[in-house]
């Protein structure tokens, strides 16, 4: 016997049946748009010899658009939060196994188990070009001997207007070494290269635009004395005393990036990270040796490596405007800095503004007050501290959030529901929120980057972070991702954010407001918590479109 359900994107399917009552979603989408939805399956075997399934998925439609379909797979969670760091929005406070792989079906079937829940995730990826309408379109269900054992067909809705371009920038931290450690290889050998390539074009797709740029190892989440493994792009050649640098393999990097459809670089911190007080590591061949030249044990201000900054940076400078990209590129000073910092932060920053005068400078920040004597543009700001900002009408002003917080606010921790996620977007719209950071695309270490991990395995950083907060996908099989059903509500997120601003352009501001609030005010603490108001909010959104475009 075999159960099925329609399931929209925002509900993780459990082995025990939570999060399969949901109802069938009505599935509309924009011209360009992505649009996910889940098949529920449940397979009661009525011999014992039978105690699984196989399921080949094949699709059929006239939608002409590529539809996938790949399997949602659980992960470990052991910590999912103390009660008293939790609201009452959370999947479960208990250990367990929890959605949270994507994995592909191309070559291989869906496996169903004895009276246990199995979601298949299918997605439509829509193109500019797709014609107005409705479609059906039939899922079918084969054994391993091609015998069909379950045929579903769906309808979706294609409105006749095209999903804008993406304006909001986003950047999630992107980690090179972490991906020469998982898969053994060295750091820009060509495998290296390749499987980079690869994780950052999966990125592109899910909707980032700027690219943390590892000219030097970057100088975070390293423990102070500490070190990570060497992701540097330029090379740099001491000489009697004398420093001389070679590019080729940043500009390489950018190359790709932008090949893949990246809009922004953003060149990694020029001081570590928790107040700026040291270097980052920088390797060298001194003299025939190579070598660490700074690191931990190098002050960031007054000596050698200012020294090296003043002659590093003008011929970097140089070289992105010899490359044509330096109207792309944001600097780093040092990650989100306290007030007891502030002094050597901005000694930090103004031992080198003038190197880099006319880049943007963008910092983690969340108190005003560095923001405001620093000189910081553009701010990025803590999700739990953006109200002062936004009564000083800071712009332009960037979002983000990470460990934190995890009561009442949005996040996207494994153990929280997809619509909170989801739920970014209206806020980032709302508030005219010119980007969005969070430091975790494929963080595979733990926490310091003491020693790696195996995130199939371990999805808290051996217990430093919240479940899933260090990544969005998996180190899949042949150097390529595996995405994760959070990334796809990150996606979506930022496509609620570009059809509001559709329908701004449509309707106006006013108006497309009283649209996104017909439910209730949204805020930083409110929002659609639930997949049926998210989905209502949307539904809103695309019917209101449809309204102004007839």
């Known amino acids: 016997m075999l159960e099925y359900r329609i399931l929209s994107s925002l509900e993780k ?3 025990d049946g939570r999060g399969v009552d949901a109802p069938a979603p009505e599935l509309v989408m924009l011209k360009g748009e992505n649009l996910s939805f889940q098949l529920a399956l449940k397979y009661a075997a009525e011999e014992k010899a039978l105690r699984f399934k196989p399921a080949f998925v094949k699709t059929e439609s006239d939608l002409g658009a590529k539809i996938t379909a790949r399997v949602v797979k659980n992960v470990p969670v052991q910590h999912p939060r103390p009660a008293d760091t939790a609201d009452e929005n959370y999947l479960s406070l208990e250990p367990g ?35 107005a309408g409705e479609y059906p ?4 269900l084969a054994d391993h001997l091609g015998e069909e054992y379950l045929k579903v067909e769906v309808k979706v809705t294609v409105l006749n207007a095209v999903l804008p371009r993406q304006t909001i920038a986003h950047t999630e931290w992107f980690h090179s070494d972490c991906l020469a450690d998982y898969y053994q290889v060295p750091a ?30 970057q100088a975070l989440d390293t423990y102070i004395g500490g070190e990570r493994t060497t992701v540097q792009l330029v090379d740099v050649t001491v000489e009697k005393g004398e420093y001389s640098f070679e590019f080729s393999k940043l500009k390489r990097w950018i190359e790709m990036a932008l090949d893949c459809g990246m809009e922004w670089i953003e060149m990694a911190h020029l001081f570590t990270q928790w107040g700026a007080t040291a270097a980052p590591k920088v390797m060298a061949t001194v003299d025939g040796e190579y070598k660490r030249i700074f690191g931990w044990d190098t002050p960031s201000v007054g000596g050698e490596y200012t020294r090296f900054l003043r002659i590093y940076l003008p011929q970097l400078v140089e070289k992105l405007k010899e490359w044509g990209v330096e109207k792309r590129c944001y600097f780093h000073i ?13 000694a930090a920053k103004e031992s080198i503004a003038d190197l880099i005068e006319g880049f943007p400078i963008m910092d983690a920040m969340s108190h005003y007050e560095i923001y405001e004597q620093s000189g910081i543009t553009p701010p990025v700001v803590s999700e739990r501290h953006l109200d002062i900002f936004l009564e000083h009408k800071v712009s332009p002003l960037w979002d983000y959030y990470c460990c934190g917080p995890t009561q009442v606010m949005t996040n996207r921790f494994i153990v929280m529901p997809l619509a909170r996620t989801r739920a970014l977007g209206l806020q980032l ?13 494929n963080f595979y270490n733990t926490v310091w980057s003491l020693a790696h991990i195996n995130p199939y395995q371990d999805t808290e950083s051996a217990g430093a972070f919240p479940p899933g907060d260090a990544f969005l996908v998996y180190p899949g099989p042949g150097g390529k991702p595996e995405e994760s059903i959070r990334i796809i509500a990150m996606h ?59």
């Open 13 to 15: 399917v459990f082995p």
């Open 97 to 131: 196994m929890y959605p949270d792989v994507l994995s592909s079906l191309e070559n291989s079937p869906a496996v169903l188990f004895h009276n246990e829940w199995q979601s298949i995730w299918l997605e439509i990826e829509g193109t500019e070009e797709m014609a």
């Open 137 to 140: 379109i039939v899922i079918r």
């Open 188 to 217: 820009f050998s060509e495998k290296h290269w390749e499987i980079v390539e690869n994780f950052v074009r999966t990125a592109v797709k899910r909707g980032c635009t700027m690219l943390l740029t590892p000219h030097f190892t």
């Open 334 to 346: 040092s990650d989100e800095p306290n007030d007891q910092q502030l002094a050597g932060y901005k």
């Open 492 to 550: 979506e997120a930022m496509q609620d954010a570009r059809a509001l601003q559709l329908l701004e352009k449509l309707i106006g501001r006013e108006k497309a407001m009283a649209v996104l609030e017909a439910e209730g005010e949204v805020t930083l603490e409110k929002y659609p918590w639930d997949s049926d108001s998210m989905l209502r909010t949307r539904a809103r959104i695309n019917a209101a479109i449809a309204e102004a475009i007839a």
């Open 429 to 441: 719209w709302k508030y005219n929120l010119q980007g969005f950071l969070h430091w975790g695309y």
